[in-house]
């Protein structure tokens, strides 16, 4: 069992910065290089879409509407992925899950979630 764990999240007016942080732990199988480590956003009503993603050696893939803006990272040695969001508006406010994929079985992991709220 994995687990994982977010933190960061608040709530900052339009044009401001948050830096998500998700902790992975937990089963002594767990490698962190075998897993691809993503950020996903719920709005509410709306689906949980991806915002960006991170493999173990760095290579990332983002969403339209937040290249520019947000830059996700890894270090591997702490076992934690980080999304730094820049320049925020008021259309990011959503709940910001953690997620892990494991790259040889493809198992699934999710976060509690963080609520990012961007208001004035």
Not at 53 to 77: E, L, M, P, Q
Not at 97 to 104: F, H
Not at 108 to 114: H, K, L, N, R, V
Request: aromatic fraction near 10%; include cysteine; proline fraction near 2%.
């Amino acid at each position: 069992q994995v687990q994982l764990v977010e933190s960061g999240g608040g709530l900052v007016q339009p044009g401001g910065s948050l830096r998500l942080s998700c902790a992975a732990s937990g089963s002594m199988f767990m490698m962190f290089r075998l897993y691809t480590m993503g950020w996903y956003c719920q709005a509410p009503g709306k689906q949980r879409e991806l915002v960006a993603h991170i493999t173990y050696r760095g290579g990332t893939n983002y969403t339209d509407s937040v290249k520019g803006r947000f830059t996700i990272s890894r270090d591997n040695a702490k076992n934690t992925v980080y999304l730094q969001m820049n320049s925020l508006k008021p259309e990011d406010t959503a709940v910001y899950y953690c997620n892990a994929l494991n790259i040889l079985n493809l198992r699934e992991y999710w976060g509690q979630g963080t609520q990012v709220t961007v208001s004035s």
